[in-house]
C-alpha cells in the first residue's frame, strides 16, 4: 500500500490523556484527535507508514501499559492498523471540532463551511500530518500567551515560531496584528502543511515566512532579530536551544516556552535564566506548563 498511515487507537482512563498524549508525542505521532466516550477516552493518532516499523508500535503498547500500571490506573487498550492517504484523512476529520480557544482565538477546521462572522480570531487549520490542532494543552497554553503579549501595540511586532507544526502559533499571532512572523520546523509535513495554511487563513507570504530547519535558519545573513520567540517543543529539545536564543533576540524579547512537563520546570527555569531570561509567569494545564519569560535588562 502506498502513502499508507498508521491508526494507532487508545482506549484509556481520561485522567491519563496528558500523559498519552506526550508518549506518542516522545514516538512521533503528529495528528492526534480525542474524544470522550462515557467514562473512558477515545483517541486516535496518525502516523505515515515509513516512519515506523511493526515491533515499535507494539513496544509504544508496552510503554502505554507501564505508564498506566505505574500511575495505578487501568491498562489502556491500544490496536493499530493500516489505512490508505484518503482513509487517513477522512478518519482524522471526523473527531476534530471547532474550538475555542482563550477570550479571542476560534481554531476551524478547513474542511467545514466558513463561518460569515465572528468575533474572534478564526484560526483555518488542516493540520495535514503536522501537530497543532489547538486539541494540545500546550498548543492551548501558547495561544493563551501569544493573546496575552499581542493585546497591543502587535502591528510593529516581528516574531519567530520554532516547531511551527501546523503554523497554528504563527497564524494566530498574524491574525492578532503581529507584523511578520519567521516559522521554521524540522518536519518538511509541518513546513507544508504550514505553508499550506497560511494561504488558508490568507496570510501574505511575505508575513508568514516558514522554512525547513531550527533556529539556526534563523541565525542566517538576512534573518531580523525577533521581539518575541514561541517554541512549543519537548523540554529536552528547548534546553538545547535556549543558549541560541539570544543570537535572534533584540534586547527587550519575550519568550513563550511550552511543551514542559510539570516535573521539567526546574532545568528549564535553570537554563532560561543562565542565559539572559528572566521568567515572569509560568502557566498550567494539566501535567503541562508554559514559560512566559523576557530578556533581562
Ligand atoms: C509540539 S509540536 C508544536 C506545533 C505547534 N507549534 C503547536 O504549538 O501546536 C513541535 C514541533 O516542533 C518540531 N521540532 C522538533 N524539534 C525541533 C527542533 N529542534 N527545531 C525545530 N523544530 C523542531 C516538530 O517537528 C513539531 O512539528
Not at 36 to 58: F, N, T
Not at 92 to 113: H, S, T, V
Amino acid at each position: 500500500m502506498s502513502n499508507s498511515w498508521w491508526e494507532f487507537t487508545i482506549r484509556c482512563d481520561p485522567v491519563i490523556e496528558d500523559l498519552v498524549f506526550w508518549r506518542l508525542e516522545q514516538f512521533g505521532f503528529k495528528g492526534s484527535a480525542s474524544e470522550i466516550k462515557g467514562d473512558y477516552l477515545l483517541l486516535h493518532s496518525y502516523l505515515p507508514q515509513d516512519r515506523v516499523e511493526l515491533l515499535d508500535l507494539a513496544a509504544l503498547s508496552l510503554w502505554l501499559h507501564q505508564d498506566a500500571l505505574a500511575l495505578k490506573f487501568p491498562l489502556p487498550q491500544t490496536q493499530w492498523q493500516l489505512i490508505d492517504e484518503e482513509d487517513w484523512a477522512s478518519s482524522w476529520k471526523q473527531y476534530w471540532e471547532p474550538q475555542e480557544i482563550g477570550d479571542r482565538f476560534l481554531i476551524y477546521p478547513a474542511w467545514l463551511p466558513p463561518l460569515e462572522t465572528s468575533e474572534r480570531a478564526v484560526i483555518r487549520l488542516d493540520p495535514g500530518a503536522a501537530f497543532g490542532t489547538g486539541t494540545h494543552p500546550t498548543t492551548q497554553l501558547c495561544l493563551e500567551s501569544i493573546e496575552m503579549r499581542l493585546s497591543e501595540e502587535a502591528e510593529e511586532l516581528v516574531l519567530a515560531d520554532i516547531g511551527c507544526g501546523s503554523g497554528i502559533l504563527s497564524i494566530g499571532a498574524i491574525l492578532l496584528g503581529a507584523k511578520q512572523v519567521y516559522g521554521v520546523d524540522l518536519d518538511p509535513l509541518a513546513v507544508r502543511a504550514a505553508i499550506n495554511n497560511g494561504a488558508l487563513n490568507q496570510i501574505d507570504p511575505q508575513q508568514l515566512i516558514v522554512q525547513r530547519g531550527s533556529i539556526n535558519r534563523l541565525t542566517q545573513a538576512g534573518s531580523p532579530k525577533f521581539d518575541g520567540i514561541f517554541c512549543n517543543i519537548l523540554a529536552e529539545v528547548i534546553i538545547d536551544l535556549i543558549p541560541h536564543m539570544s543570537a535572534i533576540a533584540k534586547p527587550k524579547c519575550w519568550g513563550i516556552f511550552s511543551g514542559i512537563l510539570l516535573d521539567q520546570t526546574k532545568p528549564i527555569a535553570n537554563t532560561l535564566e543562565a542565559h539572559g531570561w528572566v521568567v515572569a509567569t509560568l502557566w498550567k494545564r494539566g501535567d503541562w506548563c508554559c514559560f512566559n519569560a523576557r530578556r533581562a535588562e
